[in-house]
C-alpha cells in the first residue's frame, strides 16, 4: 500500500498508484475534508487522463461536485482552490520520470494538509480499499477557464512592463508549457520557449529544473538576459545568467528577501528555508539583518513555518519558493516574474545580483546501507561532533536517513571543494564500517 510522503503519495503510474487506489483516496479526502466541491488538474503525463478519470470516479461515489481545469500547473490548481475554497487535487509527479505520477492534495482555501489531515485521510483510505464503492453521484464540470484567472492574477503581481528583457523558459515538457510563457509574455518580457512539446513520455526528460544543459545552450546562443526552467508541474524554478551560470533557489530567495527588506515589505523580518539551504545563504541574511527559520525537507514544512512566524518567503534550494502575499505554495512562473521584475527595477543584470550571496563548496553524498538506520545523527555524534569542530563556523554538517529506503545522506559545506569532499567522505566511512553498503556512483 502507497502512503504519503514529503508532498503527496507517488508510485509507478497505474502499475502501483492504480485508478482504483486513486478513486479511493479522493473518497477518503471528501470524508475527511468534507469538501464543497474539488478542483482537479493534472500535469502532461500519460498516466495522467486515466488518474483524473479515477479522480472523477472518487468524486461522484462520495457525491461531491468536481471541476476539471485538465493539464495546468499545480500552483493554478492552489489557486483555483483558494479563489474558490475549494479542495484541490494535483494528478502529478513533479520531476519524477514520466512513468511515475501521483496526487497532490490542498485543503479547501489551498493550503497543503496538515499533519492531523493528512494522517486521518490515509487512516480512511486504507480502510475504503476493502469496500466497495457507492453509485457515482457527484456532477462534473469543465473548468479551464480558471487557469486564465490564474495567468492574469499572476501578471499583475508585477508592477511594471518588463519590456527590453528577454527571457529563455524551459517548461520541461510539463504542465507550463503553454501557460508559462503565455504570462511572461504578457508581462512584456520577449521570451525564447524550449520544452514545450508535451507528448506524455518526455516530461522532465533530460531538461527543465533538474536538467539545465538545453536552457544554458539556449541562453547564449540568442544572447538573452537570463534563462529560466521549471519542473513538470509548474511549481519550482531554477535559474541560469546570462553568461550561462546555473543560479539555484537559495540565491533567487536572497535576491528576493534583500529587495523585500530594503523596500519594508519583508513581514517580521524573516524567511524560511530547509536544513538543504547553502551556509552562503545563512551568512548573506545574517548581513542583512534577516532571521532564518530552518526546517526538514519538504515545502510543506516551509509553508506550515511560514504560517508560524507570519513571513511572506521560504523556500527550498531546489527551487520551491514561496511568495506567501500573492500565493498559498510554491510557483515557478510567480518567482521567475519577481525576480524580473527585480532586475527591470534596479536595472541590473542576474549576473550581478547574485554577487549578494557566496556559494560555500557542498558535498552531499548518499550511502545505501545494507538495513534501514533509525536514527544516523545519534550513533554518529562524535564522528559529526570531531567534523563540525573542523569546519567551524565556516562550514556545516547535516546527515539524515531516507524516509523511504535503506540511504544515508551525508552533506558538509566547507571553505574549500577538497575540505567539504575529504570530510564527507570521512563520514561516509563510517555510516559503510557500521551498516555495510557503499556510495552510491562509487564502485
Keep these: 500500500m502507497?502512503?504519503?510522503?514529503?508532498?503527496?503519495?507517488?508510485?509507478?503510474?497505474?502499475?502501483?498508484?492504480?485508478?482504483?487506489?486513486?478513486?479511493?483516496?479522493?473518497?477518503?479526502?471528501?470524508?475527511?475534508?468534507?469538501?464543497?466541491?474539488?478542483?482537479?488538474?493534472?500535469?502532461?503525463?500519460?498516466?495522467?487522463?486515466?488518474?483524473?478519470?479515477?479522480?472523477?470516479?472518487?468524486?461522484?461515489?462520495?457525491?461531491?461536485?468536481?471541476?476539471?481545469?485538465?493539464?495546468?500547473p499545480t500552483p493554478a490548481i492552489a489557486f483555483a482552490a483558494e479563489q474558490n475554497s475549494w479542495v484541490g487535487i494535483a494528478i502529478t509527479a513533479s520531476h519524477n520520470p514520466w512513468a511515475d505520477n501521483g496526487i497532490k492534495v490542498f485543503a479547501a482555501g489551498g493550503t497543503k494538509l496538515t499533519d492531523a489531515e493528512q494522517i486521518e485521510i490515509e487512516r480512511d483510505w486504507h480502510a475504503l480499499t476493502a469496500e466497495t464503492p457507492p453509485v457515482a453521484l457527484g456532477n462534473e464540470f469543465d473548468a479551464t477557464h480558471l487557469v486564465q484567472q490564474y495567468a492574469e492574477h499572476r501578471v499583475n503581481v508585477v508592477g511594471q512592463s518588463l519590456a527590453g528583457l528577454t527571457v529563455v523558459l524551459d517548461c520541461a515538457h510539463g504542465s507550463m508549457s503553454s501557460v508559462g510563457p503565455e504570462i511572461v509574455r504578457a508581462a512584456g518580457a520577449s521570451v525564447i520557449v524550449i520544452n514545450d512539446?508535451?507528448?506524455?513520455?518526455?516530461?522532465?526528460?533530460?531538461?527543465?529544473?533538474?536538467?539545465?544543459?538545453?536552457?544554458?545552450?539556449?541562453?547564449?546562443?540568442?544572447?538573452?538576459?537570463?534563462?529560466?526552467?521549471?519542473?513538470?508541474?509548474?511549481?519550482?524554478?531554477?535559474?541560469?545568467?546570462?553568461?550561462?551560470?546555473?543560479?539555484?533557489?537559495?540565491?533567487?530567495?536572497?535576491?528576493?528577501?534583500?529587495?523585500?527588506?530594503?523596500?519594508?515589505?519583508?513581514r517580521n523580518k524573516g524567511v524560511v528555508v530547509t536544513v538543504m539551504s547553502n551556509l552562503g545563504f545563512h551568512k548573506a541574511m545574517e548581513t542583512l539583518g534577516i532571521d532564518v527559520v530552518v526546517t526538514p525537507v519538504g515545502d510543506r514544512n516551509v509553508l506550515v513555518a511560514l504560517e508560524e512566524f507570519d513571513f511572506v518567503l521560504g523556500g527550498e534550494q531546489s527551487g520551491h519558493i514561496v511568495h506567501r502575499a500573492h500565493a498559498t505554495t510554491g510557483d515557478g512562473?510567480?518567482?521567475?516574474?519577481?525576480?524580473?521584475?527585480?532586475?527591470?527595477?534596479?536595472?541590473?543584470?542576474?549576473?550581478?545580483?547574485?554577487?549578494?550571496?557566496?556559494?560555500?563548496?557542498?558535498?552531499?553524498l548518499n550511502v545505501r546501507t545494507s538495513e534501514r538506520v533509525a536514527d544516523?545523527?545519534?550513533?554518529?555524534?562524535?564522528?559529526?561532533?570531531?567534523?563540525?569542530?573542523?569546519?567551524?563556523?565556516?562550514?556545516?554538517?547535516?546527515?539524515?536517513?531516507?524516509?523511504?529506503?535503506?540511504?544515508?545522506?551525508?552533506?558538509?559545506?566547507?571553505?574549500?571543494?577538497?575540505?567539504?569532499?575529504?570530510?564527507?567522505?570521512?563520514?561516509?566511512?563510517?555510516?559503510?564500517?557500521?551498516?555495510?553498503?557503499?556510495?552510491?556512483?562509487?564502485?
Design 197 to 266: 512539446s508535451p507528448n506524455g513520455r518526455n516530461i522532465n526528460d533530460h531538461c527543465g529544473a533538474t536538467s539545465l544543459g538545453s536552457l544554458v545552450q539556449a541562453v547564449k546562443a540568442h544572447k538573452a538576459d537570463l534563462g529560466i526552467a521549471f519542473d513538470g508541474d509548474g511549481d519550482r524554478l531554477m535559474a541560469v545568467t546570462g553568461v550561462g551560470n546555473a543560479v539555484d533557489g537559495d540565491k533567487i530567495m536572497a535576491i528576493a528577501a534583500s529587495d523585500l527588506m530594503s523596500r519594508g515589505l519583508l
Design 2 to 72: 502507497l502512503h504519503f510522503g514529503t508532498d503527496g503519495v507517488r508510485g509507478v503510474a497505474i502499475d502501483e498508484l492504480t485508478p482504483s487506489l486513486v478513486r479511493d483516496l479522493i473518497r477518503a479526502v471528501a470524508r475527511v475534508l468534507q469538501p464543497s466541491a474539488i478542483v482537479v488538474g493534472r500535469d502532461t503525463r500519460e498516466s495522467g487522463i486515466a488518474l483524473e478519470r479515477a479522480v472523477v470516479d472518487g468524486c461522484g461515489a462520495a457525491g461531491v461536485p468536481v471541476h476539471l481545469l485538465g493539464v495546468a
Design 376 to 443: 544516523p545523527v545519534a550513533e554518529m555524534a562524535s564522528s559529526i561532533q570531531a567534523a563540525e569542530s573542523e569546519l567551524g563556523k565556516n562550514g556545516r554538517v547535516l546527515v539524515r536517513a531516507s524516509g523511504t529506503e535503506p540511504l544515508i545522506r551525508v552533506m558538509v559545506e566547507a571553505d574549500t571543494q577538497e575540505k567539504a569532499s575529504r570530510i564527507a567522505h570521512e563520514l561516509a566511512q563510517v555510516v559503510i564500517e557500521a551498516h555495510g553498503g557503499q556510495i552510491e556512483g562509487s564502485h
Design 333 to 364: 512562473v510567480l518567482a521567475a516574474l519577481i525576480l524580473m521584475d527585480y532586475l527591470v527595477r534596479k536595472k541590473t543584470t542576474l549576473d550581478e545580483a547574485v554577487t549578494m550571496m557566496e556559494t560555500y563548496p557542498q558535498i552531499l
